[in-house]
């Protein structure tokens, strides 16, 4: 019998890979990956309890989220093309001019 | 959808109609394009005193919901939103100075500027999470592309990544949160979430992990230790009207956000939360003030001073109630109002000095005795001196809190004032002690017309405080 | 009658108010206006002393109040009895006297009105002292004695030496001050356990007529009080002061350091006798001090070569003679002597100021030869001498003999010393008679005699130095307190004898030059050199303040700058400043430290808030 | 009429803001007279005060930020119409003084018609909002005041006295809001706030601690060891009208805010630290003296000096008994008066000289300069409190009342006489007296009443109430009795 | 049982991709198995019934988003990570605390959670005609929201994206003087 717990659980596996790859990743673009994780992880908390609530409220912030993570994905991206073209480098380590 | 959801709406519908306007200008009138700050801003001027007029009608009553509840305009609301506005139309005069010597397209930075405050707008009157959540982000957004904007500036690019990744993370978070909320109680409506909170006994633990998420995405906005990492290094990296609307406008929606949250959704935990936001308004006090010390450049030294502030309003916070509400609400009004005075100066300083390190700032006074007073009398009242408007904010923050009984909060933020203090008076001492560092600098009317208004208000509001703290008192009321 | 008190009380002070306010710049009318002021309050004084002689000398007094406070009030009046009137007497007839002296000694000198209108507010807290009714308004003429002497001392104040002796003397005397306050203190608190919170002088009479198992506080309060005479009478330890003060202007040394000023701390204890007779013990405290200090000064008078310095030693001397009959248990003794030696004292002090006059200069050594030269000054100097050595029948005899036979039948020790000290005396004086007087002239200029306007108050007194024995003041002053003194023949003859044998001695050394200390001169070297130095009281003094004093105020400022300064205050800044700039490391300017500390954050929140709750 | 006292030189404050820059006379006209009609109205409200009726007199209540109970009430009682003459006086004073200011005179006007005015605030205002309000407004003129126009470490000076003072001031702001709520009477009115303490007091240990804010909290501002460093220095750098506005009148506000809230309001808490004030204070008497022997620096000896006598006031207030805390308020404004004389004095001979150190200066000058030096004399004396000048009725009444509560203190305290007179009369020495070691060609004597006044002001208010200390003390007793009253329990009643 | 089966395959899958997302040192290939990912999750959705959004999901996710990253991946032409560096390990290590504690928090207090809300009332179909319903009357306005979302994402990719011609030597940059001569200009 899957419960909810079963798909919680899930997303929070999927939310902690997220978290774990933002920290860990040095590529911008694998850093905007990760982040994607961690709204797919909040997606499926959400249709998970959508569906054991019978609510359709859920579902429909998925809908909202989706249209939020292309527009930050659009907009990350630019800015992703932009530091490569200032720097010539994704590498997030080597990003540090402002600091302290 | 009625007539009177319709006015409640009007502020933000005058604003994407702006927008098109602007747009439409952009793109298509090159003759009004150089025009194109002082269009935004007197038509920014003009939702304000619509927005006014507005309030003026309410009279403090809940002027409406429309679409079921999800948007509420009430007095709390509309507070909010005449500071967005100003806080719109200053950042708008600030940024035509900056566009004009950055020589840039300025049509799309007008258009950010108002989509993010259309965002701050909804943010104000959201009473449904998915609403909620959309207008964080359409605000976050638009600041990321803002903050990246100079393009070929190596700085303001890695702010924009930074904003970008740390912002994403909270967003998740917020989300994550969220998404246990609407678990534990059914609907992401305000009202529904507040009403089966109330009808818990006690709280089951993955909500309360869902409200922390929640206060975690906030807190990044309004700067709360331990998400307060990105304030120095993206306010430094931002261009620097960019860096004065993160610091009111993004803080102040933060803030929104956070105590709508706490008065009207998760009121019932309030005593649960006390102690944690406590000890964050404390982290953040200190963090803030202590990071501040040893600045030299501008930017990054509001980028600290703001952490501390957020400190005083987290204080508040924490104290919660009415008193704690209308302190919140004060404190922003006269942060608001102040920190774009400061701003004003130090953005035409900015400009006009081509430099943002505090250096720049030596001698002011002799250079534009009107500069170095405005920023004087801002940093005073950043710093709680009476009769300045910081000073009454800060009474009534610290006032909430001896009231709940958090006076060793209360006795730390007081301290507080001390080492802000020193840190607002070097910079006074630059500008009034040390000798000059070039000629006179003129200031237009045009910007000294905005600087007296706030200067006045810090004044105005420091000494005849009976008004202001009615009107937020009024615009918390309702929730207690 | 009182107001007339009054008036004798403030007419100095007027003179000197209007001295100070309008006419600084005529130096004329200043000096006639203070002369003018002080021989008013005489005439008064005179006018007072016949009134109440009619009436047989009642005891008056009239009071204002300055300050009700709680329980005590402050308060200012006139008291006058027989001891303030005899000591008005001294104190305006001297003072005019010396005043009228001033204006021809001090002609031509820079701060004339200065001068005068210090004068005159010296003359005024004098009078205050002597018509003073209770503690407080003692101490407060006490306070005003010394900073008008303060002034006076420093008249020449672009002199380092005046400055330092005008400073020296004013904190010296405040040394006693301070154990006075206290004392005034403890009586303050000790009247009220008896019932009656009172500084009065009449009133705490009274109510120390039982004092029942008080004697210890007594004897404290005795002793502090005491502090005070030692300040303002220069009573050892306390005496260093005087000697330097005679840097001041002759007629200054006259009035005040040798008539009247120094002769408060004696008339003080006249005037609060009712108190010292409760304590035997500060009794006999008093009168070894007054002993020892009427022998060492006297000693220290043997070598000094400065004429003005061999005179201060003198009053030294003749003070711890009063503060010694004092002690013995007679106060009118030690009044007896105060005003005889008020008289002689003042004219030797004039006579010398007259030789110093003619010769600018005060070292003995410089003078010689000047019985010819100035015949008035040598002739009224004579009379001073002798008065000053007990010689029969001048003043000074009946009153040094008076105490001489109190010790005699009191104190049997403090009699030799006192005996010791007449011969002293006489000696000392012979010297600086025969020296100046006498020997070989040793000046180059020749002198002449001083102008009449300071002749003639030389001959004045003169007259009273030599007639002031027959008064009876000794029988005028004596009150119910005092030792009752019986005649003793062969104390008078002994010591009558001493004073002509040690005139004799010095009229053969220092007259005819015949080398009789030639031997001594050899063995007793230490002695002398001991003699020069002051027993090195002042270089004792000089130890302590400059080591003890200066190195303990160093430390306080050491400790300020080092430990207050930096380490508290400044230590707090920079501790404050270094935890922000080691805070701002935690700004690694790297976003995935940002992201980590974010996770870390909401982690460690959940871990503290939600799971561990 | 005393709203007025505030209100007239924020009006002078606003009309120099407007003035252009150049027209310097005109400016320096402004200040003059609004210092000059805000002494004439300081009088008069002392002179009008009835000591008889007692009480508070001249009371203007007008609502202000309801919601919170705030209003403004203004009122004088005994203690404060003797403030308020010593403000007036001082800062009249100071006006005359400040012609010696030649730059940026427009800014110095501003700064110092705040400050004159936040002071009067303080003196007359009835409402613990206010008075805190008013309070840390005088602070901050300062900053610039010293920063700007002062001299030699100015700007460490300053910044140290600035932060100082503040962060004393927001201790006491926690006490004040902790006695707010409190009460629970939704009211900052002090005399609303005293009647509901006596009718029902807070418990003891509130009171200790909520005492202890205010007490050491004010008593920063009053230099109370170890607190007090900020004090010489800041003295030092701050130009002489500035310095005798702090160290003659904002100083006093510590102790009298001590009065105002922590006795009146926790008499309790108040007794409780009392005796360690007394402690405190002796050392502030013996140790500021010992360091003002070794300074250098005129300023700094008198700064020094300064510390020292407050802790005479604060040994009076801490003896609780009317003679003691009378003499207190006494010594506040002899002390007030003659700190001010003193550091004009000085201001005056370092404007022509440029130096205040002492060897520098080198002597004699009192033969160069007579009429400031006799000022200067007669100022050590009335500050080495010798009868004649008011500062002697001040400590007797303090060792007075003092004796009776903490003898030995007092008996250190009264020992703090003679150190006093010792540095006072060394600095006299040293500079006026001796010869002329250096000479000074261009030093030139007080000439004329523009620059006489200030100095015989000062010096004659010390003469004529030195002489009729009824004068002061009549009112002032008016308003310790008046505490007293209030609270019975706490003031020792001598048999 | 078929339910469990297809959730612990794809539950499994999903699982497997996100964490290759994580590790793996190619960053094209990180994007296509997030592509996985998001395909398993999307059938997760159709599980749980959301049928619309699951499609929506791999239209979105799949069709848009990465094909976006995969083209800036090409245009970029950012090859493997450089080796991890002594403080990449250190991120490593305790980011692996962080998230192990983190996971271990949310699975302690999940399990914490009393099952009553675990049984599924009523089965609902998030049909498109269900979902849109309530798009266009309870949420119009975070819908109309959305789409100035959009068009400030359109735009700022545009305005960030579109090259322009560098500024001369010398000339001013606001925000860029203070730092003086520590950015390169590219």
Redesign the interface.
Known sequence: MITLNHYLILSGCLFAIGMYGIITRRNALLILLSVELLFNAANLSFVAYARYLGDLTGQVFVFFTMVVAACEVAIGLAVAILLFRTRETLNTDEINTLKW | MNLAGFCSLLPEALVIALMFVVFAADLFLPSIKKRLGGLTAWGLTAILACLLWQGFLAGGQKFGETFQGTFLCDPMALFFKALFILTGIIVVILAREFLKKADKNPGEFYLLILSALLGMLFLASANDFILLFVSVELVTVSFYVMTAYLKTDQRSVEAGIKYLILGALSSGMMLYGISFIYGHTGSTHFDAVRGALFGMTSAPPLLLLGILLLIAGLGFKAGAVPFQLWIPDVYEGAPIPVTAFLSVGSKMAGFAALLRICVSVIAPFDKKWALLMAVIAAMTLVYGNLGAIPQKNIKRFFGYSGIGHAGYLLTAIAAGGFSGARGVLFYLLSYAVTMLAAFLVVVYCSVHLESDDMSAYDGL?RRS?LLAGAL?LSL?SLAG???LSG?FAK??V??SA??KGL?WL??LG??N??IS??YY??L??RM??HPPAGGVIAVPLSFQIPLYLLMLGIVGIGVV??PF??LA?SAVSGFF | MLALGWLILFLPLMACLVIAGTTLKHEKISAWIACGALSLSFIFSIILFAVLAAQGFPTLQSTVT???????R?EFGVLIDRLSLIMLLVVTGIGSGIFFYSMGYMKEDKGYSRYFASLSLFAFSMLGIVVSTNF?QT???W??V??SS?LLI?HW????E???A??KA??TT??GD?GF??GI?FL??LS?TLGK?TLDFQALSELLGHPAGHEFILTAICLLVFCGVLGKSAQFPLHVWLPDAMEGPTPVSALIHAATMVAAGVYLLARVYFLFILSPTALSVIAGIGAFTALIAATMALVQPDIKKILAYSTLSQLGYMVMAAGLGSSSAAMYHLVTHAFFKALLFLGAGSVIHALHTQNILEMGGLFRKMPVTAWTFLIGFLALAGVYPLSGFWSKDEILTLAFTVNRPLFWIGAGTAFLTAFYMGRLFFTVFLSEPKWKKEPHESPRVMTTPLLLLAFFAATGGFFGLGTFLHSHYDQAIAWNFSVVAGSLTLSLVAILLSYLIYALDIPLLKPFEKPFSPVAGLLIKKYYMDDLYDVLVKYV??N??????L??RVV??KG??NGT?QLTGWAGDRLRCLQTGKVQFYAFAFSAGVTLITLFWIVLR | MIALLVLIPLASALAVLLMP?ERQEEIRKITFFSCLATFFISVFVFLSYSAASGGVQFEISR??????G?RYHAGVDGISAVMILLHGLVSFSGAMVSRSIKERVK?YSIFFLILVASIFGVFTSLDM?FL???Y??A??PM??LI??WGSKN??YAT??L???I??GA??S??GI??L??AAGLQSFDLIALQEHFAASPLPAATQQWLAALLIFGFGVIASLW?TH??SPIGYAAAPSAVSMLHAGVLKKLGPYLMIRLALTLVPEGTKFWMPIVAGLSVVNIL?AG??A???KDLKFIIGFSSVSHMGYVLLGLACL???GV?GAVLLMFSHGVMAASAFALIGFIYDQTHTRMVDELGG?L??RIPFVAVCFVMTA?ASSG???FSN??AE??I???A??KYPWP??AA??G??VT??YL??LV?NV?????KVSWPALKDAQGLAQKTPFVLLLAALLVFGF???LL?RNIDAGVKHLIAKNPSIFEV?? | MNEAFFFYLFSGLTLLAALYVVFTKNPTYAVLSLVAAMFSLAILFVLLHAYFIAVVHVLVYAGAILVLFLFVVMLLGVGREEPASKSQRLYRIFGGFVVVGFLLEIGLIIKAVSSSAQESPTILAGTIEAVGKLLFTEYFLPFEITSVLLLVGIVGAVVLSRREQMPAEGQYLPGKAAEGGRSKQV
Request: proline fraction near 6%; glycine fraction near 6%; include cysteine.
């Open positions: 006074s005795p004087f005073l001196v009476p009769p000073f009474f009534l610290l006032s001896v009231e006076i209360a006795v007081a301290l004032v001390v203090l020193y008076l070097t006074v001492k009034y002690i405080q009976g703290v009615r008192a | 300055i300050l009700p406070l709680e329980h005590l402050l407080f101490f407060i003429f306070e005003l010394g900073v303060y420093g104040y672009q002199k380092d005046a400055a330092d005008g400073k004013f904190i405040r040394v301070v306050l206290i203190l303050s608190s009220a919170q004093q200066q303990f105020a160093g430390l306080c400022d400790f300020e207050v300064v508290m205050v800044a | 820059q609502p202000w930020v309801e919601s919170l705030i800014e909002f805190y309000f008013f840390e407004m602070v901050i900053y610039p920063g700007v100015k700007e910044m140290k600035t932060l100082f503040t962060g927001v201790l702001l926690v809001l902790t707010y709520q170890p460093s900020w140790y010992y360091c022997m070794v300074q008994n009317q003679t009378s004699g009192g033969n004396m010798l009868p004649g002697f009725i007797i009444m060792f007075f009342g004796w009776q007092t008996l009264v020992f006489i003679l007179a010792v009369l060394r020495k006026f007296y001796g010869k002329e009729f200390p009824n003390v001598t048999p």
